[in-house]
């Protein structure tokens, strides 16, 4: 490597490269200060070199499958010739104290994003605690601010899982850019209460949630004006998740009847998309089974209500649907009515304003994927970060 070219890839406009040596792991680059005369910095009046007292050398870039390289630096005493002021030296991206430069820091934290601790741990040596410690001290600043973007008109709460059947965070996201801006703890009322008052906007005019006890009413606490809707996908997936149960229950016929393949696929498939002979199917083993029957058919009706475009459409048609249904005498079926009867407003709020949390999805994903790359215990705060750091971005 030629000392230009060394000097260039340092990067450390402070300092002339003076020679460079091979060690075991990388090589050091031993510099020296570009400037030979200091300024006091109390009286503006020159200086001169007091003391070189030692030097330091401190990992600098770390170039993969090659090694690191260290550069030595000299930690130098001025000494004003007029007030007698006396101080050390300090260079950009040399800290005073430590072993690494920021060059070197800020390149570590770069590669922990997208790897885990462990990995970049291996690969640059630093330990995985001090990794930890630098990329959260970094990470923080790197999040967008409310006061730069506009306050989102719908927002998102859906609940993520730390610790699966054991820790559930909550989150709120801007429904148009699925970035998030807030998560906390838990949906008991005062976690909810706690979070949606520490919401960094003013409250949105809509809000999607699944179906949480209380959820409607612990929002209104807060956010008196916002409209609540409830998730389409959770709603269907009531009388889906009740179908599924009842399939496994009409297994004598099926298992006799069909292949297995074709148990799931005749019942959840959109009734459309499903061939002639397979309706037949459907239709022959509704003959046998008239609970499945009309869960079935209650599902595809709530469905059809659910395309329909206008508010007073989809009322009537819901108000039509309970009374088809309330009564039935399949419990499955009246159950999940007796349910929704209770979310009606907030169910036909949908229609209103069209949103779901199907953004939350991605989100969703991303969380497993940051679980799986494993940050150690899972935490809220320190998840919060790499959620808010990986999530979609918002727009200003
Ligand atoms: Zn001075």
Redesign the pocket.
């Known amino acids: 490597m030629s000392l230009k070219f060394t000097r260039e890839l340092i990067g450390l406009s402070s300092f002339d490269v003076k020679s460079i040596e091979s060690i075991e792991g990388g090589w050091v680059a031993t510099l020296t200060p570009a400037l030979q005369s200091y300024i006091?910095p109390?009286?503006c009046?020159p200086?001169t070199t007091h003391a070189r007292v030692k030097d330091r050398r401190l990992k600098h870039l770390w170039i993969p499958e090659r090694g690191i390289l260290f550069v030595q630096v000299p930690v130098i005493r001025q000494r004003?010739n007029?007030?007698c002021?006396t101080w050390s030296l300090s260079w950009p991206q040399i800290p005073q104290r430590g072993k690494v430069t920021s060059t070197f820091r800020q390149l570590v934290v770069n590669l922990c994003d997208q790897k885990t601790f462990a990995l970049v741990s291996k690969e640059t040596g630093v330990a995985e605690s001090t990794l930890s410690t630098w990329f959260y001290d970094w990470a923080p600043t790197q999040l967008p601010h409310p006061e730069d973007h506009q306050a989102p008109d719908y927002v998102c709460l859906d609940e993520f899982a730390l610790r699966k059947g054991h820790q559930y965070g909550v989150c709120l996201q801007d429904h148009e850019t699925g970035h998030v801006w807030k998560t906390g703890m838990g949906k008991k009322r005062e976690e909810l209460q706690a979070l949606l008052r520490s919401y960094p906007f003013s409250p949105p005019t809509a809000i999607v949630t699944d179906m949480a006890p209380g959820m409607a009413k612990t929002v209104k606490e807060v956010w008196s004006e916002t409209a609540v809707v409830i998730d389409k996908f959770h709603v269907i997936q009531l009388l889906t998740q009740a179908l599924d149960r009842a399939r496994k229950h009409s297994m004598t016929y099926a298992t006799q009847h069909l292949a297995i393949r074709q148990h799931k696929r005749l019942l959840m498939a959109p009734p459309a998309t499903l061939k002639e002979e397979e309706r037949e199917k459907l239709a022959h083993w509704f003959t046998h089974d008239w609970r499945l029957e009309e869960l079935y058919q209650a599902t595809q009706a709530l469905r059809r209500v659910y395309h329909l475009p206008t508010y007073q459409q989809a009322k009537q048609a819901f108000q039509a649907w309970v009374n088809r249904y309330q009564f039935s005498p399949n419990s499955a079926v009246s159950k999940v009515v007796k349910t929704l009867i209770q979310w009606e407003e907030e169910l036909l709020n949908y229609f209103h304003y069209k949103i779901t949390n199907a953004k939350l999805e991605g989100t969703n994903n991303l969380i497993k994927t940051l679980k799986r790359r494993s940050y150690g215990t899972p935490c809220l705060e320190k998840m919060t970060v790499r959620i808010r750091l990986e999530c979609q971005q918002p727009s200003k």
Request: hydrophobic share 10%.
């Open positions: 006091c109390l009286c009046k200086s004003c007029d007030c002021h």
